[in-house]
């Protein structure tokens, strides 16, 4: 099967498991997991933040560090289509005891930073505090524009407040626009990204920021449950994945862009959305699920998402298998 329902499918390749079988382990929670301690020096050398926890997920360090900069009785702002609003079932406020304040965003998901002034007020004991805005780069695929991202950071500066980015897809913005992580974590406090996805580690995300903000994340990470043992293998994973699966993401990025073109090409199908290694499509004279299926008969696994179905590449789906993708849109008839 060719899997367009998501790039978490990827498996890991030859040289990945091999990385895992042969990783040095020991006891990450007590700081003595080796390759663990390497993968996070790898994650302050790229991000250019003082220091870095792997955690298990993107979910796991998002809820982390808005509880750390936000939490109990305050609010923070992000997008309605943010995926700490839409996919992780609501551990913002039942777990960090954070409530998200949804502000002003393109269609796309980007925060349009000059409607946030209408967002500030003078402290009121009985309102939340709004010590926090989150941003998610990217997006559905899309990316922030870095002037959007600077002028998201200066007013969190300007009204005494902190950035977090959910950088889960952050490498595929690095890919698509030449700007180095370093650059974009310049205009954040904290950053996630995640080592599986686009980067094809079977789990994890790291999570960078300050020295002391990192040693309050590690104690936050256990009292979720987060304390991981010979967590090596994995961290191994993410290395051969940070080493190895980052400049190959424009191979998933011009795939994309072919069976985007291809669905353009045809009289049935509408681009909704488009970006990176993302394509959302609306369906004209027949339904979202007929398509669906005819992709399935062709050995292809679209995913619909919110009324759209949604492509996504991945190192799993190559040229040729793309090549076939496109053939199999350009032959369906409705």
């Known amino acids: 099967m060719i899997d367009l ?11 990945m498991r091999d990385a895992i079988y042969n990783a040095e382990v020991g006891d990450d929670v007590y700081r003595e997991d080796p390759t663990v301690r390497r993968l996070e020096e790898k ?4 991000s250019g933040k003082e220091d870095c926890l792997f955690a298990s997920s993107g979910c796991m360090g998002n809820l982390i560090a808005i509880s750390i900069q936000a939490g109990r009785g305050a609010e923070v702002l992000c997008a309605p289509q943010s995926h700490i609003v839409c996919h992780e079932i609501g551990a913002l406020s039942s777990i960090g005891l ?12 980007l925060i349009i930073p000059s409607q946030l002034q209408a ?42 407040m902190n950035v977090h980015t959910d950088g889960a897809r952050i490498f595929n913005a690095v890919v698509q626009t030449g700007i180095p992580l ?8 904290s950053i996630t990204f995640c080592l599986s996805k686009g980067l094809g580690a079977p789990m994890g995300s790291l999570l960078c920021g300050s020295a002391a903000f990192i040693e309050k994340a590690r104690r936050m990470r256990k009292l979720l449950g987060g ?47 488009y970006g ?19 992709l399935k008969t062709k050995d292809i696994l679209a995913l619909e998402d919110a009324g759209y179905i949604r492509i996504v590449t991945s190192l799993n789906v190559d040229r040729k298998q793309t090549e076939e993708v496109v053939k199999a849109i350009k032959e369906f008839r409705v």
């Open 5 to 15: 329902r998501s790039d978490t499918f990827t498996l890991p390749s030859r040289g």
């Open 276 to 294: 990176t290694n993302m394509v959302f499509f609306s369906v004209r004279k027949t339904d979202n699920r007929s398509v669906i299926e005819y």
């Open 119 to 160: 967002f500030t007020r003078d402290y009121a004991y009985d309102m939340a505090d709004r010590p926090l805005i989150e941003v998610e780069n990217t997006t559905s695929g899309i990316v922030y524009p870095l002037e959007s991202v600077k002028s998201i950071h200066a007013f969190a500066k300007e009204n005494g």
């Open 182 to 189: 370093s650059q974009w974590a310049q205009y954040t406090d």
């Open 227 to 273: 304390g991981m043992r010979q967590i090596g293998f994995m961290a191994a994973a993410g290395l051969y994945a940070l080493e190895n699966n980052v400049e190959r993401l424009a191979e998933d990025h011009e795939n994309a862009r072919m069976i985007k073109e291809a669905l353009e090409d045809t009289d049935w199908a509408k681009i909704e959305r």
């Open 98 to 109: 954070t409530q998200p304040m949804t502000v002003p965003s393109t269609a796309d998901g």
């Open 43 to 46: 994650g302050c050398e790229l």
